[in-house]
T-cell receptor, first 112, second 114 residues
């Protein structure tokens, strides 16, 4: 079946450090891929998405590229801020379905 | 952007009572709404999918008689936890999607059953 695997956290970084959160997936067909962010005490917000191979999603300085050859959708940011501290969820939807399948989430903690 | 609200944001109830949670899409028509449950430090688990005017489709292992879902209009879905027990304490999150595949999430409702 379809699944998403994320690196375990927490990821602890100093402000302005480079961030990578790994995400790989297993799916039949050509899924759409998403990154959602959950700030403390809030609901999930869509951060970025990509719907086909080699697409790059980007938002707020975050980027992720849909790599079909490695079945990956790693999240990156060149310089993190304290305000980026949150839990990040990688997710996919399969073709012809609206169902989101989430990874377990990765907590990011950024210290000044 | 698309906004989804939930009410209440948190609720405390006694064991055996029923609790209703509302999910509204404020600025778009949601043909499909989803209900999730999130345990502490874990991912979201899909409970059910509902389409406006139709019966909800429940995921395996979710008791449909315990978690009643109604999607009576294109902007409102409700989840009723019937005869709640302490093990039902959790964070319940809804999401809504229109004609596009992107789901927009509500802020969640924290339920504590004493």
């Amino acid at each position: 079946g379809n699944s998403v695997t994320q690196m375990e956290g927490p990821v602890t970084l100093s402000e302005e450090a480079f961030l990578t959160i790994n995400c790989t997936y297993t799916a039949t067909g050509y899924p759409s891929l998403f990154w959602y962010v959950q700030y403390p005490g809030e609901g999930l917000q869509l951060l970025l998405k990509a719907t086909k191979a080699d697409d790059k999603g980007s938002n707020k300085g975050f980027e992720a590229t849909y790599r079909k050859e490695t079945t990956s959708f790693h999240l990156e940011k060149g310089s993190v801020q304290v305000s980026d501290s949150a839990v990040y969820f990688c997710a996919l939807t399969s073709p012809n379905t609206d169902k989101l399948i989430f990874g377990t989430g990765t907590r990011l903690q950024v210290f000044p | 952007g698309a906004v989804v609200s939930q009410h209440p944001s948190w609720v405390i109830c006694k064991s055996g009572t029923s609790v209703k949670i509302e999910c509204r899409s404020l600025d778009f028509q949601a043909t499909t709404m989803f209900w999730y449950r999130q345990f502490p430090k874990q991912s979201l688990m899909l409970m059910a999918t509902s389409n406006e005017g139709s019966k909800a489709t429940y995921e395996q292992g979710v008791e449909k008689d315990k978690f009643l879902i109604n999607h009576a209009s294109l902007t409102l879905s409700t989840l009723t936890v019937t005869s709640a027990h302490p093990e039902d304490s959790s964070f319940y999150i809804c999401s809504a999607s229109g004609n596009q595949e992107t789901q927009y999430f509500g802020p969640g409702t924290r339920l504590l059953v004493l």
